[in-house]
Nanobody
Framework: QVQVVESGGGLVQPGGSLTLSCAPS????????MGWYRQAPGKQRELVAT???????NYADSVKGRFTISRDNTKRTVYLQMNSLKPEDTAVYYC????????WGQGTQVTVSS
């Protein structure tokens, strides 16, 4: 089964930027529609950005205009560029296919705080 590894999180001040990466192992990556999810303390996991195999993207209203999802099929990697970060973006960020068929990874912690 496909395993994912997320990286790139950290501590950033409000208004700052981070770029997350996700590298699934196994499977035919270019065929997967992928998504970035996040889970804040005490809240359910939510889908924040998606990208189809063809490169079409969609975003949750809460991140629209600030986050950008992209993919590099040659590197088998999905990225999430996060700009103008807010404290409410603090969460553990995960990636998975849109049908959540991959094993969930450990996620990467993003903390937005001054």
């Amino acid at each position: 089964q496909v395993q994912v590894v997320e990286s790139g999180g950290g501590l950033v001040q409000p208004g700052g930027s981070l770029t997350l990466s996700c590298a699934p192992s196994g499977g035919i990556f270019r065929f997967y529609a992928m998504g970035w999810y996040r889970q804040a303390p005490g809240k359910q996991r939510e889908l924040v950005a998606t990208i189809t195999s063809g490169g079409s993207t969609n975003y949750a209203d809460s991140v629209k205009g600030r986050f950008t999802i992209s993919r590099d099929n040659t590197k088998r990697t999905v990225y999430l560029q996060m700009n103008s970060l807010k404290p409410e973006d603090t969460a553990v960020y995960y990636c998975n296919s849109l049908n959540q068929s991959m094993n969930w990874g450990q996620g990467t912690q993003v903390t937005v705080s001054s």
